[in-house]
């Protein structure tokens, strides 16, 4: 199991904890648009750091969006696993023509 993987089952079992004794279980309480809100201020704070050409807090801030990400996932009952069979599916296919069969 890699470590997002690890991060993953344990935002997933956070979901049931008790707000008071978990920063994950806070943000979950707080609902799915919450969740989206924090992973779009870490975003933001990657790209900065991007732009910056900063490489240590690119890779601090890249760690924030992936744990924010798991979380928001988390908020809509979206797993790590459907994201990688969609990935998945995706393999192998030109970008252009995936970008094309998408539905709008």
Known sequence: MTALERLAATVEARKGA??????TAKLLAKGPEKCAEK??????????????????SLTAEAA???YHLLVMLAAQDVTLADVLTE???REGTSGLTEKASRRT
């Open 18 to 23: 008790d707000p008071e004794t978990s920063w």
């Open 87 to 89: 990935l998945e599916r």
């Open 64 to 66: 924030d969006v992936l």
């Open 39 to 56: 992973f779009g201020e870490e975003a933001v704070e990657a790209i900065v750091a991007a732009a910056k050409g900063d490489r240590d």
